[in-house]
């Protein structure tokens, strides 16, 4: 039975570009390699995800390649997930997914490309390639899965507030209404006071 994760994100994903930057924040969804196989062309494979989805096979191929163009091989992302895998795949794994992806890149694959419509996925073949070259062999992913390690580490990490703060904060507020209360209590006493006082010395004079 065929995982169909992966190929159910990708359609959602389709309806909903919007949903891009979340999309590639988030671990990949299980099922990548037959999504992989879907944006391939695989006839097979194709004709499975019709049959699961209730979709045309237009409309999956061209989820998936939506997917593969938005999730995987956008600029910035890290060689594992241009891969379609995690750092536990097997290189077997990361070898097929390769090779799907630079078959979903050719030229005869894609439509429009031989119409001459200017469709160029030539940058995505060599994110790929350059994917594969980090994680080829054994001693190249823990190369890779070293300086990646390095890299997280120094990530600088996002300033918590103090706890404390909010209260200090409130009791001065307090503190400063407080003293503003009495103030305006003890001004009209005062100047009472001083009233009084002129006004007797006025009653004095007139004695």
Same mark, same amino acid.
Request: proline letters at 0%; hydrophobic letters at 35%; charged letters at 25%.
């Given at each position: 039975m065929r995982d169909l994760e992966a190929i159910h994100a990708a359609l959602a994903l389709a309806k909903s570009p919007v949903s891009v930057h979340g999309a590639r924040n988030e671990p990949l969804p299980g099922g990548m390699t037959f999504l992989l196989e879907i944006a391939a062309g695989d006839s097979q494979a194709v004709e499975e995800?019709?049959?699961?989805?209730?979709?045309?096979?237009?409309?999956?191929?061209?989820?998936?390649?939506?997917?593969?163009? +938005?999730?995987?091989?956008? +600029?910035?992302?890290?060689?594992y997930r241009t891969l379609g895998a995690d750092s536990s795949a097997p290189s077997a794994q990361l070898r097929r997914h390769m090779a799907f992806l630079l078959k979903w890149s050719h030229p005869d694959l894609i439509a429009g490309a031989r119409a001459g419509k200017g469709i160029d996925r030539s940058v995505f073949a060599n994110r790929v390639t350059q994917?594969?070259? +980090?994680?080829?062999?054994?001693?190249?992913?823990?190369?890779?899965?070293?300086?990646?390690?390095?890299?997280?580490?120094?990530k600088p990490r996002a300033h918590q507030p103090s706890k404390t703060a909010p209260h200090k904060a409130t009791k001065s507020r307090r503190q400063r209404s407080g003293h503003r209360r009495r103030s305006l209590v003890m001004y009209p006493l005062l100047q009472e006071g001083l009233l009084a006082r002129f006004l007797r010395l006025v009653r004095g004079l007139r004695k």
């Open positions: 995800a019709c049959r699961a989805t209730g979709r045309s096979s237009e409309t999956v191929r061209s989820a998936a390649s939506f997917f593969v163009e +938005q999730v995987l091989v956008s +600029q910035g992302c890290e060689s994917a594969w070259e +980090q994680l080829k062999t054994e001693e190249r992913r823990t190369v890779y899965n070293r300086a990646a390690a390095i890299q997280s580490d120094a």
